[in-house]
């Protein structure tokens, strides 16, 4: 969609009801914390599909390379193998 009040396409968040400063701090410590697990199920599984969710260059300092532009269409879901993602419960244990 477009941005109500700047037209902008694509834009996720409304400034008129959230505080995009604060929003861009919460989405980009999920992003940290996103490219923590990776890189921890990664050295378990040396399973190399993992790496390929975050090769995007998309506000990288946000985003960690998991998303192609703005919005949920953009976003790229966390890869590997269904035996690797049996593995997780070893990261947390």
């Known amino acids: 969609g477009q941005h109500p009040e700047t037209g902008e396409k694509g834009v996720a968040i409304d400034i008129r ?51 192609k532009g703005e919005g949920s269409k953009n976003y790229i879901q966390i890869q590997g193998s269904e035996q690797s993602f049996e593995k997780v419960p070893e990261i947390y244990s």
Do not use: M, P
């Not at 697990?37 to 090769?55: C, P, Y």
């Not at 995007?56 to 998303?67: L, P, Q, S, V």
């Open 17 to 67: 009801t959230g505080n995009l400063e604060q929003c861009l701090k919460l989405v980009q410590r999920w992003h940290e914390y996103r490219s923590d697990f990776e890189s921890k199920l990664h050295a378990i599984t040396q399973d190399d599909g993992i790496l390929t969710g975050n090769g995007e260059e998309y506000k990288r300092d946000i985003f960690r390379g998991h998303c």
